[in-house]
C-alpha cells in the first residue's frame, strides 16, 4: 500500500501533462528566437563582409540590432532555463506572469 505522500500514477500523468502544456509553448518560441538569432548573425557578417564603403551610422545600427537581437534570445534563454530547470513542475510558479 502507498503512503499518503506518494501520488498515484493518475495524478503524475495530470501533472505531467500540464508540465508540458506550460512550458512546451517556452521551448518552442526559444527554438525558434534561436534559430531567426542565426539567420540574422550570418546576414550580419555578411552585410559588413560586402559593404565595407556604407556609413558608419549605418554599421552601428546594424551593430545595434545584433546587440538587441542577442540581449534578447539571451533573457529567453534566462526564461527557458528558470521555468524547466530552477522551477520545474512548479506550476505555481508558471501561473505567474513576470514583467
Not at 501533462?17 to 534559430?35: D, E, R
Request: net charge negative; proline share 5%.
Amino acid at each position: 500500500m502507498a503512503s499518503p505522500a506518494t501520488p498515484d500514477a493518475q495524478t503524475l500523468a495530470s501533472a505531467l501533462a500540464q508540465v508540458k502544456l506550460v512550458y512546451s509553448p517556452t521551448f518552442i518560441g526559444f527554438v525558434m528566437a534561436t534559430a531567426t538569432y542565426g539567420i540574422g548573425l550570418l546576414q550580419c557578417y555578411l552585410y559588413f563582409k560586402n559593404y565595407p564603403k556604407d556609413t558608419i551610422a549605418l554599421k552601428i545600427t546594424v551593430l545595434a540590432m545584433l546587440m538587441v537581437d542577442t540581449a534578447a534570445t539571451a533573457l529567453m534563454a534566462f526564461t527557458v532555463y528558470d521555468n524547466a530547470i530552477t522551477h520545474f513542475g512548479d506550476l505555481a510558479y508558471a501561473a505567474i506572469i513576470n514583467p
